[in-house]
């Protein structure tokens, strides 16, 4: 069982930058494959960023692409995403997730409670 917990949503203005971790419990986290989804009421959630088990090889949506980074940090079980040129159409609740081997983002292993990020314009 691995427990997800994300940390440092809040309200920032446009253009600003703002960096959301998500700690794991557990004693397994690099074998997991880690990701950043987002969510806005009525829309279905989306895979904004994914990072493989060591950290080399990411994925980003094209509308986050040269403005966020998603980075690990293996002996501290946590997954960090920095996000800069934050746009109001950033504002979401962003929650992390896990997947394991075989797992695809459809239905991630793993889900946190979501932390919620406001850009103001």
């Known amino acids: 069982q691995v427990q997800l917990v994300e940390s440092g949503g809040g309200l920032v203005q446009a253009g600003g930058s703002l960096r959301v971790s998500c700690t794991a419990s557990?004693?397994?986290?690099?074998?997991?494959?880690m990701g950043w989804f987002r969510q806005v009421p009525g829309k279905e959630r989306e895979l904004v960023a994914s990072i493989n088990w060591n950290g080399d090889s990411t994925y980003y949506t094209d509308s986050v692409k040269g403005r966020f980074t998603i980075s690990r940090d293996n002996a501290k079980n946590t997954v960090y995403l920095q996000m800069n040129s934050l746009k109001p159409e950033d504002t979401a609740v962003y929650y992390c997730?896990?997947?394991?081997?075989?797992?695809?983002?459809?239905?991630?292993?793993?889900w946190g409670q979501g932390t919620q990020v406001t850009v103001s314009s």
């Open positions: 557990g004693r397994t986290f690099s074998s997991y494959r």
């Open positions: 997730a896990a997947a394991g081997r075989g797992t695809n983002w459809a239905r991630p292993d793993y």
